[in-house]
């Protein structure tokens, strides 16, 4: 099973996935952004045009911006 790349910031939304990911034993690779450099420059801007966090990035290439449940 590949990881799940997971971009976020560690005290924000993105702790419930990485206690999900942790609790379901799924390989995830944590990229910590910086909320007020990385998350507003364009190169983040492609991966999420929201420039929000978190963003999941599945082994299959598909991107999910939210995680509202």
């Known amino acids: 099973m590949e990881p799940i790349l997971l971009y976020g910031v560690p005290a924000g939304s ?3 996935l990485v206690a999900a990911f942790e609790r379901l034993g ?3 690779c944590l990229c910590r952004v910086d909320m ?3 998350m507003k ?3 983040y801007a492609r991966i999420n045009d929201r420039q ?4 999941m990035i599945t082994d299959e290439g598909r991107v999910l911006t939210e995680t509202m449940a």
């Open 14 to 16: 993105s702790m419930g």
């Open 26 to 28: 799924q390989p995830y």
């Open 36 to 38: 007020f450099t990385e």
């Open 41 to 43: 420059n364009d190169a």
């Open 52 to 55: 929000e966090t978190p963003v």
